[in-house]
C-alpha cells in the first residue's frame, strides 16, 4: 500500500507543478485539476487505505472539487457579465437614438 501512496504523491506533485506552470490559463488549470481528481478517485477505490490516508485523499479530492467548480462559476459569470454589458451598450444606443428623434421632432415643430 505505501507503494500505491508514493506512486499517487508522485503524481499528485506533477500535477502540483503542472497547475504552477498553467501561469492562470483556465483550460491548463482544469484539466490538470480533472486529473488530480480522477487520481484521488482511483487511490480511494483501494480497500487497503488506513483511515487517515483516506481522510487526507477525500480532503485533498474536495479541495480540487471545489477549485474546479470555481473556476467554471467564475467561467460562467464572466460570459453573464460580457452578455449584460453588450445588453446595456445596446439598449444605451437606442435610447440616444431616440433621444435624437425626439428632440429632431421638437425642432421641426417650432420651425412650423
Sequence with gaps: MTRLINKMKMED??????LEESN???NKMKVALERKINL??????????DDL????????REWALCHHL????????????ADLTRRVSRL???????????ENMQKNALKT
Design 92 to 102: 444605451e444606443k437606442t435610447g440616444q437614438n431616440q433621444i435624437t428623434v425626439f
Design 24 to 26: 492562470g490559463d483556465p
Design 40 to 49: 484521488y478517485n482511483r487511490v480511494l477505490k483501494e480497500s487497503g487505505l
Design 53 to 60: 490516508e483516506r481522510l487526507r485523499l477525500e480532503n485533498k
Design 13 to 18: 506533485e506533477k500535477l502540483d507543478l503542472e
Design 70 to 81: 470555481i473556476m467554471a462559476i467564475g467561467k460562467e459569470t464572466s460570459k453573464k457579465i
